[in-house]
T-cell receptor
Framework: ETGVTQSPTHLIKTRGQQVTLRCSSQ?????VSWYQQALGQGPQFIFQ???????GRGNFPPRFSGLQFPNYSSELNVNALELDDSALYLC????????????FGPGTRLTVT | QKEVEQNSGPLSVPEGAIASLNCTYS??????FFWYRQYSGKSPELIMF????GDKEDGRFTAQLNKASQYVSLLIRDSQPSDSATYLC?????????????FGQGTILTVHP
């Protein structure tokens, strides 16, 4: 176990709705990165949060947004859900500035109907 | 050209054999390289990381890095049925101040008794 937790485990939403996913980082880690993994593919980087600021972003539209809190936990928000947003959403915890290793939580399986 | 490419497999080896997984990357400035194992329905688990040219051994796993050839591999000795999983190669590209993991599509490994 990595000590990274995510909630909820599974979620079913309707196209056009909004969703919030949550992540608690491993103790001692200061950085959270979010990834989207479609079935049969490798994870795709969405963005990274460090010191409560977005620290880098992948090729995802602005309707994907996030937050990081003072305790280093994080939220991923997706507005105007589309069918293609159905995927496993993973958060990864790391200690930026010390090492590059990232440890994943169990993920949230989002289904958009 | 994809940033990170892996043989999609599936790769099937008998129990006790050596499994060899390969990965190439396009960004010559990449500095950090990772292997993750992902069981079906689970999140990726970090099993090896390597930053310098050469070999790095950890138990039955050996990671090999050749930056001149832009090639990283994972050897699994004495393969066990419990090693059956998807293996993901990931790279942090050069020129970024944040840890954006770029993944290959994964190689499915099956170890048969």
């Amino acid at each position: 176990e990595t000590g990274v937790t995510q909630s909820p485990t599974h979620l079913i939403k309707t196209r056009g709705q909004q969703v919030t996913l949550r992540c608690s980082s491993q103790s001692g880690h200061n950085t959270v990165s979010w990834y989207q993994q479609a079935l049969g593919q490798g994870p795709q980087f969405i963005f990274q949060y460090y010191r409560e600021e977005e620290n880098g972003r992948g090729n995802f539209p602005p309707r994907f947004s996030g937050l990081q809190f003072p305790n280093y936990s994080s939220e991923l928000n997706v507005n105007a859900l589309e069918l293609d947003d159905s995927a496993l959403y993973l958060c990864a915890s790391s200690l930026l500035g010390t090492s590059d290793e990232q440890y994943f939580g169990p993920g949230t399986r989002l289904t958009v109907t | 050209q994809k940033e990170v490419e892996q043989n999609s497999g599936p790769l099937s080896v008998p129990e006790g054999a050596i499994a060899s997984l390969n990965c190439t990357y396009s960004d010559r400035g990449s500095q950090s390289f990772f292997w993750y194992r992902q069981y079906s329905g689970k999140s990726p688990e970090l099993i090896m990381f390597i930053y310098s040219n050469g070999d790095k051994e950890d138990g039955r796993f050996t990671a090999q890095l050749n930056k001149a050839s832009q090639y990283v591999s994972l050897l699994i000795r004495d393969s066990q049925p419990s090693d059956s999983a998807t293996y993901l190669c990931a790279v942090i590209p050069g020129g970024t101040s944040y840890g954006k993991l770029t993944f290959g599509q994964g190689t499915i490994l099956t170890v048969h008794p």
